[in-house]
């Protein structure tokens, strides 16, 4: 049988090291710990605080080490260890005369079974060695949690279809004839309606094309044969507006003519076109134009100035280039053009996708448009997929892509919801393949969002921020922004995203509940307001408002606000009596009534 025996010195060493550590442990019930926040908050899904530990005087002892070990309590029994904060004595040497004090960031990551819980506190005085320690006798509860204001955000998750070019709207269709007279006369000649331009100008009447405004403008030549009838550039338009009426008859307009407009016109004693076809001329040099203008820009009346051109060499080619053209009615028909109607489009291409009819039967933007008619996702779908056959443009990926996104929204189905968005990605991927283009972007941002990846979201959205200047993308853009910002905990970037978003009552909330959780809270209640006056039924607004409220110590605005928030919903009566953000006002008569 072996026998243990220690010395005298070591036993007094034993027993000085167990009082030393006894003195520590009571003297660390005097000790001063501050959480902040406090209560602990949920940003960006993770709670983050930080602990200051004030130790008292003369509480470290020589070669001593006082830890101290937090901890967050859920109330289900989830135990999450947090690390420690140590005092040593040997960094503190002027313990006896200046308390010692450390702070510490933690950060958790946060779940909804972690909700309800404490931040507990143990404390454990040790020998340098840690061969020998003492524990508080209970650990010791320094702030309870979680406010998860954050989590009320309210997702947006926008689209953007790429431009299908096709215009429905009525569209004019510009046709030019002109017909051209004798000098100084205004009678239609028969070699003018037998004419090439007459014979077009008969076949287009004849053929009944909606006609909205024809306009004739009657011109004359600048020697005095023409200047001298100053009605002559107005009876010439009169007669082809005469001529035009008589082919309608011929061609049984009947009501139809009443429908178009006639608008005649007179250019007397204007240089415009004589310029413009001196300058096209080819038989003339420039010195001899430069000769000719020199005239028109000098001194004197429309007529002398004719007079002085006479004398010009260059005049035999005016006579016989020019002038004739000016001898004119130009007559300029405005026809609506020839478009399918919306129903037309809409069941060819149905045929196209059932492979009844070729493709080519309908142009692209046709079909892009098409799409567009059709509140169904799934037909809008399938012409879109008919679309990306037919020409495998990047509009056709991105808005087939789009509409992938918004099946997704709408399906509860998580393995429906995902399929959906996989595909959707991968039309945006082709797209991208293609060309960069920011609508593409902001949908792969909001699917990448669907998803649960805001990094990539992100990156994806500034993307498109960085592809557009167009102002109504931006604001979408901004609108999703915006939500992603506050989850992330940006909120000042937040507030300035959704201060530029779309006009909408969601974004209206978002921005107040940015500036909320930025601690503006005389901006956060003005902006709850212009959300509640934008949509009366939204609950969550009444309910935030209510929250700033009780952050400004506002108990009769607090109890109007949240006694309209859960008579819109009542599962937010539940929330109230648990939520950190009210306990201040718990047991207050006013808070009970509002829950009533």
């Not at 007079?307 to 053209?325: D, F």
């Not at 915006?482 to 201060?499: F, H, M, P, Q, W």
């Not at 009444?542 to 919903?569: E, G, M, P, S």
Request: charged share 25%; proline share 3%.
């Amino acid at each position: 049988m072996r026998r243990y025996f220690i010395s005298a010195a070591a036993l007094a060493s034993i027993l000085l090291t167990g009082c030393s550590l006894a003195q520590m442990i009571k003297l660390a019930k005097q000790q001063q710990i501050t959480v902040t926040p406090s209560p602990l908050e949920v940003h960006a899904d993770s709670v983050r605080f930080e602990i200051s530990a004030l130790l008292p005087l003369k509480m470290l002892k020589t070669n001593k080490v006082y830890t101290v070990t937090p901890y967050y309590q859920a109330a289900g029994g989830e135990k999450v260890q947090l690390g420690t904060i140590e005092f040593k004595a040997v960094d503190f040497p002027n313990s006896k005369t200046e308390q010692p004090k450390l702070a510490r960031t933690f950060t958790f990551a946060y779940n909804k079974d972690l909700k309800k819980g404490k931040l507990m506190l143990g404390g454990v005085a040790s020998n340098a060695a840690g061969t020998k320690s003492k524990s508080l006798p209970m650990d010791l509860e320094i702030a309870e949690g979680l406010i998860t204001t954050s989590e009320l955000v309210k997702p947006v998750y926008p689209v953007a279809y790429a431009a299908h070019g096709y215009d429905n709207r009525e569209e004019l269709v510009p046709t030019n004839v002109d017909f051209f007279f004798e000098k100084g006369k205004s009678d239609l000649r028969k070699s003018e309606k037998t004419g090439t331009n007459g014979k077009f100008f008969e076949k287009f009447v004849s053929a009944k094309n909606v006609t909205r405004v024809v306009t004739i403008t009657g011109s004359h030549s600048p020697e005095g044969a023409e200047v001298v009838n100053a009605g002559l550039s107005d009876n010439r338009s009169k007669v082809i507006e005469k001529y035009y009426r008589e082919m309608m008859k011929k061609y049984n307009y009947a009501k139809k003519a009443d429908s178009i407009s006639f608008v005649t016109k007179a250019v007397v004693q204007d240089w415009t076109s004589f310029r413009n076809l001196l300058s096209a001329n080819t038989k003339l040099s420039e010195v001899e134009k430069a000769e000719i203008n020199a005239i028109i820009d000098g001194a004197g009346t429309f007529v002398e100035k004719e007079k002085q051109i006479q004398k010009l060499k260059s005049y035999k080619v005016l006579l016989k280039e020019i002038y004739p053209v000016l001898r004119t009615a130009k007559t300029d028909i405005l026809t609506v053009k020839k478009k399918k109607t919306d129903a037309q489009i809409s069941i060819l291409a149905s045929k196209v996708v059932k492979e009844e009819v070729k493709a080519d039967s309908i142009t692209e933007a046709e079909l892009l448009y098409a799409a567009t008619l059709t509140p169904d996702l799934n037909e809008k779908a399938n012409i879109y997929i008919a679309s990306s056959k037919k020409v495998d443009s990047w509009q056709a990926h991105t808005n087939l892509g789009a509409t992938y996104v918004e099946l997704a929204k709408n399906s509860s189905d998580p393995a429906v919801k995902k399929d959906f968005l996989d595909k959707a990605i991968n039309q945006f991927q082709i797209s991208n393949a293609k060309i960069d283009k920011a609508e593409t972007y902001l949908n792969l941002g909001t699917a990448l969002l669907l998803k649960g990846d805001i990094v990539k979201s992100l990156e994806a959205l500034n993307n498109a921020a960085r592809l557009t200047s167009d102002a109504e993308l931006k604001k979408s853009l901004n609108s999703i922004k915006g939500v992603l910002e506050i989850e992330t905990a940006k909120y000042r970037d937040a507030n300035l995203s959704l201060e530029n978003s779309v006009e909408s009552p969601i974004n209206k909330y978002n921005k107040g509940l940015a500036l909320l959780l930025n601690k503006d809270l005389e901006n956060a209640k003005k902006a709850f307001d212009e959300a509640i006056l934008a949509d009366g039924t939204n609950a969550l607004a009444y309910y935030c408002a209510a929250v700033t409220a009780a952050r400004q110590q506002n108990i009769d605005f607090l109890a109007q606000r949240l006694a309209k928030a859960v008579q819109l919903d009542s599962n937010l009566k539940g929330r109230a009596v648990e939520d950190l953000e009210f306990k201040a006002y718990w047991s207050n008569e006013s808070f009970k009534n509002a829950l009533k």
